[in-house]
């Protein structure tokens, strides 16, 4: 699939801000199974200062400033992306579970316990005996990998609801497992809680998903919004495979890749630090539109 | 599974446990006699008297807190701690085992800023087996973002401290390392001139090392580290600021080293260059000593540290427009975790053995060293591999067997976390105290710096002392007392040595420029305006409470009333709050010592202490005092003080506000700072009287006894009197303490004032906000020409006054116009 993507995000500030530093990770992902040949950042005001290099995740990563009284800033992403079919190895053909905890283990780095980086808590991704418990179930012994994490992931998906009013950026992953409720970013931490509290390597990944408008009406403006999925390593061989507890499947063509990292907190499309500003608003508007050609 | 051996510590020679141990003695040997490097000192400390040694021990403190003083204000606000305290004896290092130890102490530098390289870099040292990947990937100090950076200058560690302790057979031994920001140079400093000046006869005779020149290429290294920048480069000490215990230590150090001290705050960054905030504009700073450590130097590019540090600092850092020393992400280093490792990597990656022993540690992280490790975990302390736990450090030996079965099962779930470090029992040395010279262990914290001809190593250190018994793992990391170190020169070891230099004077293109950071002018501006609003409480509450007291006749209720009035319109109370008669003495007396009634004086107290702590070296040693008992004015007041008693506490508070003004008029020099805090006195003062101005214009311009409050609390019915001889009538009140140039109290006089000083402002007159600063002032001047003399004319006098106070901090201390020099 190919598709033209417009991320734009803009901040009204309560009272002017003087000077304000940002960070942006909103470039797709060149990767074995997609690719961005066209990507360009358009922000409002224009800054001053800018810099992109690329994290130790391997996501490129954009830093302006701003300086000069401003009330709004306006970051508009635009990006070409084609993602490619891949194929996905028979769940019940990877390797036990326990065999990839393990091999993470070695104590020298080899391309298996490099994704050992993966396994341990981070900023906002705690490990403990709940989320361990809670995953147990699904995890019993030998169970191959890849099939005991879609097992997870069905759980997640039928336990938990989906409520953007029940949780906020800063709500702890241990809050969402009590409140069964939540959003993407929520159920992608929750399940790289429960999956490192088992010892397992898994990582969190950010990007877009394209959504269909019901059969006969037309696409409405500003209708995608960005998402958050996890990536958990299924072994040398399999390597690292999506999965999707948001919508209970394994990400295809419609999911366009942006960044991962440890957590949200590595990898969050804009952040930003302002001087002078009381509150603020945010608002998002995210176009995954399916192109013929690049 | 041959690869799991691969990055296995090497064993070292099993160390033995505390039980089976008498600690090593420095001073006496085994045949009680003195050793060689106490042949001095020795027989001369133990024939000291009682009395000499009381003498000793008075003077040191004494001294100390003379030095202190000047820094030292984190135990008066907030109560952090206090100073630590010094024992005159010094720890002696012999020169054989000086050579050896900083021999030790050189490698052991090269080693770890080799370790730094690799893992920020590509981390073949995990490739190769010599550290397990889990120690990188489970430590939080490990910073993922700043891997790739190359420093400017080339090396992650600038200066390192090692803690030492002597095994029980006399070795010094490799403790922990410290690499984020070592601290305890400036208190080794400070301890040495106290010393070498208590014992000056034999530090001369010992000849002992100094430490000056340590400083000096300290400073010349720092200077060089940006070198693109040319060999005037500016160079600043970060401090996390006036809370942190270390904080006078900083200063001191700052002062030696002649840089100036700054708070992140004092700091921006633009276009990825850093710059210093100062009033005349922004300075370029080239290099950036950083003792905030790694966590809090910019919120936008580590998580959950609540918005301090500089945003964009790691971006300036990463394109190298500044060198940070030491680097952000050299606490890494810091964990003892990473101590068993150091052996093998210094033979394959130095081809020579370490140098420099180490107390028995190991890492949990690993399966086979766990197991040996948790069969005799009564060996050992338990401590945390990263992150601090308040549950940690624990002695193994002291656990029950329940306890114990908890803390394995712990450690079996997340073993990256933990440490374990033999118990040992550290080497003591001599320790004056009261009743005689005793013996006790010791810690010697020694500093290594990286210079561009190698590793330099201070002649000395700092030693803290511990208790016998007591696990040195365990000893708090910021009490007890400590001692100088001294290294005796060897027989016929001639080296000329310097003293502690004070600094050249500073060759610099703007050296009014860096006097008064803004951060320091915006402190000493709400300093004046806190202390007037103070006094403007103080001196309400007096009137009300002079006319609660006595008979109850009609005139003195009246007069009451007026003053609560006063008290609502100078936003003392909130508006709605309704004082029942049999009330007012409780709310009154709450505002007066209950520290937490928002707007009452102990709350502004602390707002004016908070204020002046951060400006605190621009602040003399007198008015700190002053300060100081400000505070104590309104503690101990006892829950329902009597009128009189209040009475007394608020005459006691003008007077040392008094003396405060006093101080302020005839002991500063008229600085730029000085001028700050001259028109924040000035500006709340017209606000104050502002707002009871427009009070009596709005409820009641008629009523005789508000206008006698008014002339009360503006301490002005003696003027008024002298000229009108009557009751107080609106219109000549209005002018006495509005339109009165000349009555230090009025309005207009304090717009004179503000006009005076902005005309000596620093900075360019046509710059930024600057013009518009001075056009709105003469707008304010406007309504004192005018007649009309209602509230509404009142209430917008406040509001441009406040516009105005806004206009000076956004020109002046948040510098949201750009003017680089």
Known sequence: MKYRLVHRTKYTYAGAVSVSHHLARLAPRTLPGQRCPWHELEIHPVPVGRGVHVDSFGNVTSYFEIEGKHEELEVIAHSLVEVFPTSHPDPMATPPWEQIRDACLLERLTPGSQAGAFRFASPMVPCGRDFRDFASVEFSPGRPILAATIGLTAKIFHEFKFDPRATDVSTPVEEVLKRKAGVCQDFAHLMLACLRSLGLPARYVSGYLETRPPPGKPKLTGADASHAWVSVFCGEEAGWIDIDPTNNIIPGERHITVAWGRDFSDVSPLRGVTLGAGGQKLHVAVDVIPVADL | ?821
């Open chain 2, 1 to 821: 599974m041959a690869d799991i051996s691969r990055s296995l510590p090497e064993t070292p020679p099993r160390q033995m446990p505390a039980a089976a141990n008498v600690p090593w003695n420095d001073v006496h040997g085994t045949d009680g006699q003195f050793r060689g490097h106490w042949n001095e000192l020795g027989p001369v400390i133990y024939r000291w008297s009682a009395e000499e040694r009381n003498g000793l021990a008075k003077s040191a403190a004494r001294m100390l807190a003379d030095l202190g003083t000047t820094f030292n204000v984190y135990s008066d606000v907030g109560g952090v701690g206090r100073p630590y305290e010094l024992d005159p004896i010094p720890l002696l290092v012999s020169s054989e085992e000086w050579s050896r130890v900083s021999a030790g102490l050189k490698q052991r530098i090269r080693l770890l800023d080799l370790v730094l390289t690799d893992l920020y870099g590509p981390q073949k040292l995990l490739k190769d087996g010599l550290i397990p990947p889990d120690l990188v990937n489970a430590s939080p100090a490990f910073l993922q973002h700043v891997r790739g950076v190359q420093p400017a200058g080339g090396h992650h560690l600038l200066t390192t401290g090692c803690d030492l302790v002597r095994s029980p057979s006399g070795n010094w031994l490799v403790l922990r390392d410290h690499t984020s920001a070592p601290g305890g140079i400036g208190q080794a400093l400070e301890n040495r001139s106290v010393t070498s000046s208590l014992l000056g006869e034999h530090f001369e005779r010992m000849r002992i090392a100094r430490l000056g020149e340590f400083l000096d290429t300290e400073r010349t290294s720092l200077q060089g580290l940006l070198p693109s920048r040319g060999d005037m480069p500016n160079v600043v000490f970060l401090t996390p600021g006036f809370r942190h215990p270390s904080y006078f230590e900083h200063a001191y150090k700052a002062r030696l080293l002649g840089f100036p001290l700054v708070e992140a705050a004092d700091l921006t960054v633009r276009e990825r260059r850093l710059f210093l905030k100062t009033l005349a504009g922004l300075r370029r700073i080239d290099v950036v000593v950083n003792r905030i450590g790694d966590d809090g130097l910019d919120p936008l590019e580590h998580w959950g540290q609540g918005g301090v540090g500089v945003p964009g600092l790691i971006e300036s850092w990463r394109s190298g427009n500044v060198a940070i020393a030491n680097a952000p992400g050299a606490g890494f280093c810091a964990s003892p975790a990473l101590m068993p490792f150091l052996p093998a990597i210094s033979r394959k990656w130095l081809g020579e053995d370490i140098k420099l022993p180490f107390v028995e540690t190991w890492w949990l992280g690993q399966h086979a060293i766990r197991k040996k490790v948790l069969d005799e975990l009564h060996r050992f302390i338990l401590m945390p591999a990263f992150k601090s736990d308040p549950l940690l450090p624990i002695k193994c030996s002291t656990l029950t067997l329940s306890a114990k079965k908890q803390w394995i099962a712990t450690i079996e779930s997340r073993p990256h976390d933990f440490v374990v470090q033999l118990d040992l029992t550290p080497g003591e040395t001599a320790s004056l105290e009261k009743a005689g010279i005793r013996s006790r262990p010791v810690v010697w914290r020694a500093f290594t710096q990286n210079t561009e001809n190698g590793a330099v190593v201070l002649p000395g250190g700092l030693a803290r002392m511990g208790k016998s018994g007591q696990a040195v793992q365990l000893w708090p990391s910021h009490a007890g007392f400590t001692k100088d170190v001294w290294i005796p020169a060897a027989d016929g070891d001639g080296t000329a040595r310097m003293e502690v230099r004070t600094p050249r004077p500073n060759k610099d293109r703007h050296p009014s420029a860096l006097e008064v950071p803004s951060r320091i002018a915006e402190q000493l501006y709400w300093v004046g305006r806190y202390a007037e609003r103070i006094e403007l409480a103080t001196r309400l509450l007096r009137v009300a409470l002079r006319n609660l007291g006595g008979e109850t006749g009609r005139l003195q209720q009246e007069k009451f009333t007026a003053c609560l009035t006063l008290i609502r319109g100078g936003q003392l109370l909130p508006k709605n709050v309704i004082i029942q008669p049999s009330q007012a003495l409780k709310t009154l007396g709450g505002l007066i010592h209950d520290s937490s009634a928002r707007g009452g004086i102990p709350s502004l107290l602390r707002a004016l202490l908070m204020n002046a702590a951060a400006a605190r070296d621009r602040l003399s040693d007198d008015t700190w005092r002053l300060f100081n008992r400000l505070e104590g004015v309104v503690h101990g007041l006892g829950i329902n003080p009597s009128v009189s008693t209040l009475l007394a506490t608020l005459d006691q508070l003008i007077l040392h506000l008094s003396a405060f003004s006093g101080m302020q008029a005839e002991n500063m020099t008229r600085g730029q700072g000085w001028r700050f805090l001259e028109v924040g006195r000035r500006t709340e003062r017209s606000l104050g009287c502002l707002g009871l101005l427009e009070t009596s214009a709005r409820d009641g311009n008629e009523s005789a006894p508000l206008l006698d409050a008014l002339l009360e609390t503006c301490d002005s019915s003696m003027t008024y009197r002298r000229r009108h001889f009557s009751r107080p009538r609106f219109h000549e009140v209005v002018d006495l303490l509005f339109h009165d140039t000349t009555n230090p109290r009025a309005v207009a006089y304090q717009v004179s004032v503000i006009h005076h000083e902005l005309d000596r402002f620093a900075g360019d007159p046509e710059f930024g906000l600057f013009p518009k600063i001075r056009e709105h002032l003469n707008e304010i001047g406007k309504f004192l020409e005018g007649q009309s003399v209602d509230s509404e004319t009142f209430g917008a006098m406040s509001g441009a006054l406040e516009q105005f106070s806004d206009m000076l901090t956004q020109h002046y201390f948040s510098h949201s116009v750009r003017r680089v020099y």
